[in-house]
């Protein structure tokens, strides 16, 4: 029976990872619970699941959530920390989309726990502050569903003997909509994505293929290989969730329908392979699977990403928080779709990358990429 922290407990990822603990109740329990803000979700999904402690990301809670919880609760980064790290959680899954995990995370692995990752920001921010780390302690699984699909490619084989990654992407909701069309797009059309169910921001990057860059990036720091050995695929139907080239020329791919489940239960469960709540493949329903080269033309956040997995350092940080600064801007229909790419650009430009930054580094950059993103935005919605 094995303890299960989960840093964002309410949101999609979180949710789904309760659903795989509710089918193996013999081999998973819940020890502790996080969310943001949202005090009456976290307060129903405790009731049911008696967590040991919660903690709120949010430090202003504390007068709200008076008698709400039969457990400690605890706030801001240190109290996520302390969920991280409680003694009987042995496997933490951190879903929470923001860099700002980065702490909890090395944390968790200082302490020897199995992280399942889901927040790639942690990686694109802190990619070698953690790999630093698992020299000493600790052990990196992904949640992702393309970083399973590798992982799960992986096995038995030897790095070494990999030319390269294929990424897919489903191209998201503006896969064959013109460039001029794009400048129009609304923020609905943007969120409704064709394959899978998720949270704002990363349905968001899909639709611009930041999401697929953050993954080079990701990919890059879980299986060690050169961004310029990673390739991207789109792929509209979203079974294939990623393949491996080995130097014999030999490619194995994972197929799945899509169901974030069925990651989250391999990360939990590895190595171990049990049956899993998600609708069975059937090759001969799905028919044909189509896959094209991605268009950095239209999706210019790719190009974006890939240069800063080249460039490294300090530069993916501010890559990362630029973009999220302009989705936000988008979600509150300050700027235009294709605004977001031209303002991540923009700070990009401005930014003289650090190599091997310190987490305080990390921060720093963080915060200045943050706030020139918020006064470019400023002067674009003044003019
Ligand atoms: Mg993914």
């Known amino acids: 029976m094995k303890g299960v922290s989960i840093i964002g407990a309410t949101g999609s990822i979180g949710r789904q990872t309760l659903d795989i603990i509710a089918h193996h109740p013999d081999k998973l329990r819940v020890v502790g619970l996080t969310a943001g803000r949202d005090f009456e979700a976290l307060s129903e999904l405790a009731f049911r699941w008696r967590p040991k402690l919660v903690a709120f990301f949010d430090l202003n809670l504390a007068e709200a959530i008076k008698g709400k919880f039969d457990c400690p609760v605890l706030f801001g980064i240190e109290g996520l920390t302390e969920v991280a790290t409680h003694?009987?959680?042995?496997?933490?899954?951190?879903?929470?989309?923001?860099?700002?995990?980065?702490?909890?995370?090395l944390a968790a692995l200082k302490a020897g726990k199995r992280v399942a990752l889901a927040t790639k920001e942690v990686l694109v921010?802190?990619?070698?502050?953690?790999?630093?780390?698992?020299?000493?302690?600790?052990?990196?699984?992904?949640?992702d569903?393309?970083?399973?699909?590798?992982?799960?490619?992986?096995?038995?084989?030897?790095?070494?003997?990999?030319?390269?990654?294929?990424?897919?992407?489903?191209?998201?909701?503006f896969r064959t909509k013109p460039l001029e069309d794009l400048k129009r797009v609304s923020v609905e059309e943007a969120l409704a994505h064709p394959t899978w169910k998720m949270g704002a921001k990363v349905t968001v990057d899909s639709a611009t293929l930041m999401n697929k860059g953050l993954e080079i990036i990701e990919a890059r720091w879980l299986f060690g290989i050169s961004p310029e050995r990673i390739e991207v695929v789109v792929h509209p139907q979203s079974i294939v969730h990623s393949l491996v080239e080995f130097v014999d020329g030999s490619v194995k791919a994972q197929l799945s329908l899509p169901d974030m489940r069925l990651p989250i239960q391999y990360a939990l469960l590895y190595p171990e392979r049990h049956p899993c709540p998600v609708q069975r493949l059937e090759l001969t329903k799905v028919g044909t699977m189509n896959f094209e080269p991605p268009d950095e033309v239209r999706f210019p956040c790719l190009r974006l990403a890939k240069q800063a997995a080249k460039v490294g350092g300090t530069m993916p940080t501010v890559m990362n928080a630029a973009d999220e600064i302009a989705v936000n801007a988008f979600?509150?229909?300050?700027?235009?779709?294709?605004?977001?790419?031209?303002?991540?650009?923009?700070?990009?430009?401005?930014?003289?990358?650090?190599?091997?930054?310190?987490?305080?580094?990390?921060?720093?950059?963080?915060?200045?990429?943050?706030?020139?993103?918020?006064?470019?935005?400023r002067k674009f919605v003044a003019s």
């Open 87 to 105: 003694p009987d959680a042995e496997i933490v899954v951190v879903a929470i989309p923001t860099a700002k995990a980065l702490l909890p995370t």
């Open 331 to 377: 979600l509150r229909r300050q700027i235009g779709f294709m605004d977001i790419p031209a303002i991540v650009e923009a700070v990009m430009e401005r930014h003289c990358p650090i190599a091997e930054p310190s987490l305080e580094t990390v921060w720093e950059v963080d915060d200045w990429s943050r706030n020139l993103t918020s006064e470019l935005i």
């Open 145 to 173: 569903s393309e970083h399973s699909a590798l992982f799960q490619c992986l096995q038995g084989e030897d790095v070494s003997k990999v030319d390269k990654l294929i990424l897919t992407a489903s191209g998201g909701p």
């Open 125 to 143: 921010s802190g990619g070698h502050l953690i790999v630093q780390q698992l020299k000493q302690s600790g052990e990196l699984l992904p949640i």
